[in-house]
């Protein structure tokens, strides 16, 4: 394929334009880059006033400026009068908006519109296929905009979501023919660069700039665009299976690709595979389907209590993603999850629910024991719920027996930079809580499943007691036990389907030895920075001087056969370490 300019080279330069506008520095700035294919012979040019310049070739960059600008103009006028708290209307609400239009040379369009806390501007240009015909055209458009609204600290999404109808607006174009490539990404203050690495988790990050996925398109969003539904593919053949994301406020929360699978298997089975006989199951999660499909797996499970969810996440996922909640591999009762009998969905909150708790048991705090109890955490407002002390010991304890567990799922791998190690991370607060002695809890044990990435990948196991039936079994050393335990435990499924993808008894003998990443980071904190551990053992044991092989077996005619050294050994060194892989696992 070659390109060639429409009319000289001059075509490949952008406009280059030095623009200043003031804006607070907790505005936000995000840019759109877009590349797709037009072809000006399926404009009807009827359709359009020819002084508009939309029905002929060389002016589409013209047309698609001019409709752009006066989209966000509009947009920005609906969502400022949306915003305004005292419900005011604007002054001169009927007046029409009187909109530059852009400046055009040949093919090349610029449009620079400033207005109070917003400003974009959009290049845009063609270049012209001519293996193909003289009609098909690759635009080539560049977006930034700035936003930031004084009453609304969530007017920073403006210029994401803006950009994002942009794509929208261009694709519905009457030339607009195959899929195009576009990226949006942001562009944050030097004084802002350390607070804007993206999560991997992120909207941004997984579908706005990443180049890696193709047909990208959202097809669902509410009117604050705090829940939204993306579809895509992973790679550019047709025949590459769709996947769909639902994000609740940006934060990416369940998928219908296998990352969903391997995030609720490695969440949902370690526990019940560990109690001896899990009845009575409370999941707290905004989006519990697929949780909630592997806990219905279980024979024993009679009753599942659903705290904390999103309704009208709920709602679009049902709609959106109907897979999440097909049961129907699973012998039971109904194809839906959602619709089977032992199913509770708890409606006002973990507040809400937690007072009707106390309510109801004001006298005997006789509560309905939990066995296992799922801590889903997504947001900040969960952390401060799902891993406070407050909860725990005033809520959480009193829910839970002998034998129960916790299982939390927060964060991902602990940094390597060393910056989630301070008593103000909670992750870390939480681990601190629990290893106290005052701690209502028996013992924790951490693990990760990268498959989940780029959902949540680190998950907490709490035991209510150390030595609890429970607890031993969690950390039995067959994993063929395991294996056995989903065959006897789990409902006959579908012939064709193995009872798991991603979990097995190796997997579950992996995660109980912590990584290399998790040592470092409890040799980091507070929590371990003085153990000795972490300041003496450890690098004393990668100190070759400190170890020691220099021994014999002898023979003696009193004592028998013995182990005996060959030289003198210093005080405090590692005899025959290289021996310890046959019998001890050092940790």
Request: glycine share 2%; charged share 20%.
């Amino acid at each position: 394929m070659h390109l060639t300019a429409a009319s000289s080279a001059a075509t490949f330069l952008s406009i280059i334009s030095a623009t200043w506008h003031l804006h607070p520095v907790d505005s936000a700035t995000y840019q759109l880059s877009y590349d797709g294919w037009f072809h000006s012979s399926n404009l009807d040019n009827d359709l359009y006033d020819s002084d508009a310049g939309g029905g002929r070739s060389n002016d589409i960059v013209k047309d698609i400026s001019s409709k752009l600008t006066s989209h966000f103009v509009s947009q920005w006028e609906d969502y400022t009068i949306n915003s305004n708290k005292s419900g005011e209307e604007k002054e001169d609400d009927n007046t029409a908006t009187v909109v530059d239009p852009p400046i055009c040379t040949g093919t090349r369009c610029f449009t620079d519109v400033s207005r109070p806390q917003l400003s974009f501007t959009i290049h845009a240009n063609t270049i012209q296929h001519l293996e193909n015909n003289d009609d098909d055209h690759l635009l080539r458009l560049d977006v930034i905009m700035t936003s930031a609204h004084e009453e609304d600290s969530h007017s920073n999404i403006f210029a994401r979501d803006a950009l994002v109808n942009a794509v929208t607006t261009v694709l519905s174009h009457p030339e607009a023919t195959m899929q195009p490539t576009w990226l949006i990404t942001e562009r944050p203050f030097p004084s802002k660069v350390g607070d804007n690495l993206l999560d991997a988790s992120s909207i941004e990050s997984i579908i706005l700039s990443s180049p890696n996925i193709h047909a990208k398109k959202r097809i669902y969003s509410n009117s604050s665009a705090a829940v939204e539904i993306w579809s895509y593919h992973q790679t550019t053949s047709e025949a590459s299976p769709e996947t769909r994301s639902l994000f609740i406020d940006s934060k990416l929360r369940t998928t219908t690709s296998a990352t969903a699978v391997a995030h609720a298997e490695a969440f949902i089975h370690p526990a019940l595979l560990s109690h001896t006989h899990p009845k009575n199951v409370a999941v707290f999660s905004d989006t519990p389907l697929l949780l909630l499909k592997e806990i219905l797996k279980y024979k024993s499970v009679e009753r599942i209590t659903l705290i904390d969810v999103d309704l009208e996440a709920l709602d679009a996922a049902l709609k959106y993603m109907p897979d999440l909640n097909d049961c129907s591999a699973i012998r039971t009762e109904t194809a839906s999850c959602l619709d089977s009998a032992q199913v509770e969905i708890i409606k006002g909150g973990l507040d809400t629910w937690l007072e009707n708790l106390d309510a109801e048991h004001e006298e005997d705090y006789d509560y309905d024991m939990y066995d296992i109890l799922f801590m889903d955490v997504a947001s900040a407002s969960q952390k401060e719920q799902y891993l406070s002390e407050l909860y725990h010991k005033d809520h959480f304890d009193y829910l839970i027996d002998a034998e129960s567990m916790i299982v939390v799922n927060v964060g991902s791998m602990p940094s390597i930079h060393g910056d989630d190690v301070t008593d103000q991370d909670s992750r870390t607060d939480f681990f601190k809580m629990i290893s106290t002695d005052s701690s209502c809890y028996g013992s924790a044990i951490v693990y990760e499943e990268p498959l989940a990435a780029p959902l949540d990948t680190t998950f907490i196991s709490i035991f209510s007691e150390f030595h609890s039936e429970t607890y031993f079994r969690y950390v039995r050393p067959m994993p063929t036990s395991i294996d056995l335990d989903i065959v006897q435990r789990f409902h006959k499924q579908d012939s064709s389907l193995l009872p798991t993808q991603f979990y097995d008894g190796s997997s579950h003998k992996a995660y109980l030895t912590p990584s290399r990443a998790w040592e470092n980071w409890y040799c980091r904190s507070n929590l371990g920075k003085d153990q000795y551990q972490c300041h003496t053992l450890l690098p004393k044991f990668y100190d070759p001087a400190n170890h020691v092989s220099e021994t014999e077996i002898r023979r003696d005619a009193t004592k028998g056969r013995g182990h005996y050294a060959v030289t003198d050994i210093p005080e405090g060194s590692f005899i025959n370490a290289d021996d310890s892989h046959i019998h001890l696992h050092m940790h």
